[in-house]
């Protein structure tokens, strides 16, 4: 059974930091692309951050650039997503997408473009 799990939100004040976690099972990890994507309410669904199956391409979005890093870690199957120097506008609901694919240096930033999501985690910025 395929299975992405998001961890790691929570409330934190601006400025302050959180490491959110995709962990994944059911699937042949190495061969997927991850995206992080996250929703705030009465907004659009916003493609953060995406990393290709080999860690060799990365793409974050302006809105993230400099504050937020993907990272993964392929013997865990868990895609890492560092947020620092957080803002009220960074509150949402994040999740984890996987893409099936054989172009290792290859990420996608569309939502339809992967082939599971996760359940989300709700990260707050707030004082």
């Known amino acids: 059974q395929v299975q992405l799990v998001e961890s790691g939100g929570g409330l934190v004040q601006p400025g302050g930091s959180l490491r959110l976690s995709c962990a994944a099972s059911?699937?042949?990890?190495?061969?997927?692309?991850i995206g992080w994507f996250r929703q705030a309410p009465g907004k659009e669904r916003e493609g953060v951050s995406c990393i290709s199956s080999r860690s060799s391409a990365t793409y974050y979005a302006d809105s993230v650039k400099g504050r937020f890093t993907i990272s993964r870690d392929n013997a865990k199957k868990t895609v890492y997503l560092q947020m620092n120097s957080l803002k009220p506008e960074d509150t949402a609901v994040y999740y984890c997408?996987?893409?099936?694919?054989?172009?290792?240096?290859?990420?996608?930033?569309?939502?339809?473009?992967?082939?599971?999501w996760g359940q989300g985690t709700q990260v707050t910025v707030s004082s």
């Open positions: 059911g699937f042949t990890w190495d061969y997927y692309a």
């Open positions: 997408a996987a893409r099936l694919t054989y172009y290792s240096d290859t990420y996608y930033t569309r939502w339809g473009d992967y082939n599971y």
